[in-house]
């Protein structure tokens, strides 16, 4: 049996007490002072407490589930030992399974903390059996985008020698490869469980890609650090953009009582074929950045640009023309 959160956070308490002897000795009094001061924060700074509510997902849960998603869409690819063909099935069949419990497990929890309109909220574990169930029918789908993903960044990239390298060591794809699953359970409504997808995805590559954001096929992120794409971002296809790139909102709109307005379009639609430089900015829901057109290094730009146009700095000026190719 696995020990509960509060005897690892007993056994931590104790390892800690072994390892720093001010806390070994702490008198009792001291400590039920610390306690109680602690105790009193809960009150006094109620908005980063959670008690007495609904169990929320399992942040360790989540990450594993991750994995293992990532274990099925690239076979071979996470393992130890070699994956055979006569293998393949039960491989996937028992991971189907082993993913399906688990995540059926933490959308409930989400689904208790903030069902979504129309939600079933007498049955919940049919709603996440139905959910989990379209999320793993999507898998053939997402990895036919993934493939085009690959080939783009393969073909996109002098410096990659074969697919396999590509992904082993992109950092690209994989953040991309988590925001289209994630992508998946935000369309569904799943709360909090896409969005700890692609922050685990951040933490480990520098990409921050909402689960909202909408991408087409053969996407290449190239370096990808610092790259920051926004929740109502669409991304049409073939499009390539390098680190340090943000597709991020020019203002946030708020209500008579001074709340900001959620579910509003707030970032650009990047269309066909565009090529976006390291660290250009792109603002605004209203922003459409047209297909074939070409983005340079650290422009920052709030406006539309027409398809085939050239955006880019001269003597600190924003200058927008159209390649002399295609005006022609």
């Known amino acids: 049996m696995m020990p509960s959160d509060w005897e690892q956070t007993a056994f931590l308490v104790f390892c800690a007490g072994s390892c720093y002897p001010s806390i070994e ?3 009792e009094k001291g400590l039920e002072h610390i306690a109680e001061r602690i105790v009193a924060s809960y009150k006094s700074h109620g908005g980063i407490n ?8 399992s942040k360790e849960a989540v990450i594993g589930i991750t994995r293992d998603l990532m274990r099925l869409l690239f ?4 393992e130890k030992d070699v994956i055979f063909s006569n293998q393949v099935h039960e491989f ?9 419990e688990r ?3 933490e959308i409930v929890k989400a689904l208790q903390y903030r069902p979504f309109p129309g939600c079933d909220t007498a049955h919940l574990d049919g709603e996440a059996q139905r959910l989990t169930r379209e999320l793993m ?12 993903d690959v080939v783009a960044m393969y073909e996109g990239d002098p410096a990659a020698i074969s697919n396999e390298e590509v992904i082993l060591a992109y950092p690209g794809l994989e953040a991309i490869a988590i925001q289209r699953m994630a992508h998946v359970l935000y369309r569904q409504h799943v709360p909090l469980i896409p ?4 922050e685990f995805a951040h933490s480990r590559t520098g990409i921050d890609m909402h689960p909202g954001a909408t991408i087409a096929s053969h996407f290449c992120i190239d370096h990808g650090t610092g790259v920051v794409i926004g929740e109502t971002t669409v991304i049409g296809q073939h499009v390539k953009i390098y680190q340090g790139v943000t597709l991020g909102a020019k203002s946030f709109a708020k209500d008579a009582e001074g709340h900001i307005v959620k579910g509003i379009k707030r970032h650009p639609n990047i269309e066909d074929d565009v090529v976006i430089y390291a660290g250009a900015t792109i603002l605004g829901g209203d922003t459409v950045i047209g297909r074939g057109s070409v983005v340079g290094s650290n422009v920052w730009l709030m406006e539309s640009v027409p ?9 600190e000026q924003l200058r927008i023309r159209l390649q002399k190719e295609k005006a022609q």
């Open 75 to 78: 076979p071979g690819f996470m």
């Open 92 to 100: 996937v069949r028992v991971l189907c399974a082993s993913i399906s």
């Open 25 to 27: 000795n702490m008198s």
């Open 195 to 198: 969005r700890m997808m692609t």
């Open 307 to 315: 398809p085939h146009s050239i955006v880019y700095f001269e003597n």
């Open 137 to 148: 029918e999507s898998l053939p789908g997402v990895r036919g985008l993934l493939q085009t």
């Open 50 to 57: 959670h008690i007495d509510g609904a169990n929320l997902p």
């Open 103 to 105: 995540l059926e497990e």
